[in-house]
């Protein structure tokens, strides 16, 4: 590819349908109010938390990763936090007063 063409980044769109419902269930299923699949944001929210030494808020993940709304990171965190304490993780996830930060 010659050093003048960019390629555009990746945009996601969040979605409206089934705004109002939390109640994925599968790690593949899609969350209200994003574009990507559940374990995808699980992802991306993990490598925020892992990168940041201090509690990072809800609404700044979801500004982080393209999102309006807080529902889908936080439906995204719930799942995170599942896989933690089924695998016996040394990670935990803490829900702090000024937001959500990973411990050990």
């Not at 945009?11 to 559940?38: C, H, K, N, R, W």
């Not at 925020?48 to 993940?61: D, E, N, Q, W």
């Not at 500004?63 to 309006?68: A, K």
Request: aromatic share 6%; net charge negative.
């Amino acid at each position: 590819m010659p050093d003048d063409e960019q390629v555009p980044e990746p945009t996601f769109e969040p979605s409206t349908e089934d705004e109002g419902s939390d109640d994925a269930t599968s790690a593949g299923d899609v969350i209200a109010g994003s574009a990507l699949p559940q374990d995808a944001l699980a992802a991306r929210l993990e490598a925020l938390l892992f990168v940041h030494s201090r509690p990072v808020s809800a609404r700044r993940l979801a500004e982080l990763v393209g999102l309006t709304s807080v529902i889908p990171v936080k439906q995204a965190l719930e799942l995170l936090q599942k896989r933690y304490d089924e695998f016996g993780s040394a990670f935990n996830l803490q829900e702090l007063a000024k937001g959500y930060q990973l411990t050990t």
